[in-house]
């Protein structure tokens, strides 16, 4: 399985093979390209190249994606993208992937509640086996500022219950919302590690 580009246009190809009389195409992440018809046209000219289209071939097309995503809406991406593959290539069989192995049943509910209200959707039902996990609590703050303090106190009161430090995490949506936070550790003298990035006063933006 590699990915593949057709031509200028933004699609990804999980993979194409060949088996016996079949030609079978898997497009991964469909919900983020830039425009579903433009998808479209890309995958049947993938069917369509001169190593595709012998004759008497029958092709198998499976596009994987998210009708309720679409983080790239910047770039074009339509949370349409789906509908468009369904309705431009006929679908039949459509298989909902529901079951979810990272969040807890009460997360999915939330998420389930939310995402419900979607328009043009195909019904969904998220489900986990991990149990219904702990409640959700929302805190609705004046700023960034106030933000930060509230995490740092939180912090406190779960290490003075005993929990470790390697057992608590902060996550943020941009790397940007990271230098408030880094500001009240280390006015507070609070150890931490950024995963998966650089911390905000050593990114090589910030130091030049």
């Known amino acids: 399985m590699t990915d593949q580009k057709v031509g200028s246009r933004q699609i990804k190809f999980c993979g194409m093979g060949h088996q016996g009389g079949y030609v079978i195409l898997i497009v991964r992440e469909f919900a983020n390209v830039t425009d579903g018809a433009i998808g479209c046209h890309a995958v049947r000219d993938a069917l369509s190249a001169p190593v595709n289209c012998d004759a008497g071939k029958t092709a198998f097309v499976t596009a994987v994606g998210d009708d309720d995503q679409s983080i790239y809406a910047f770039r074009g991406a339509r949370v349409g ?4 593959f369904v309705r431009e290539f006929g ?3 459509q298989i909902k992937l529901e079951q979810n192995y990272r969040s807890t049943q009460t997360i999915l509910n939330a998420a389930n509640s939310v995402i419900g209200h979607n ?5 969904k039902r998220l489900w986990s086996e991990l149990g219904d996990g702990d409640p959700i609590r929302i805190r609705e703050m004046d700023d960034e ?4 303090r509230y995490v740092v106190g939180e912090i406190e009161r779960l290490l003075e219950t005993g929990l470790g430090r390697a057992e608590i995490a902060v996550f943020y949506r941009t790397n940007a919302q ?21 911390r905000f006063y050593q990114r090589r933006e910030i130091k030049d």
């Open 178 to 198: 990271s230098r408030v936070i880094e500001d009240v550790f280390m006015r507070v003298g609070m150890p931490y590690k950024v995963f998966g990035g650089v």
């Open 145 to 148: 500022h106030a933000e930060a």
């Open 91 to 93: 679908v039949k069989h």
């Open 81 to 84: 993208n789906m509908a468009d």
């Open 119 to 123: 328009k043009g959707r195909k019904p």
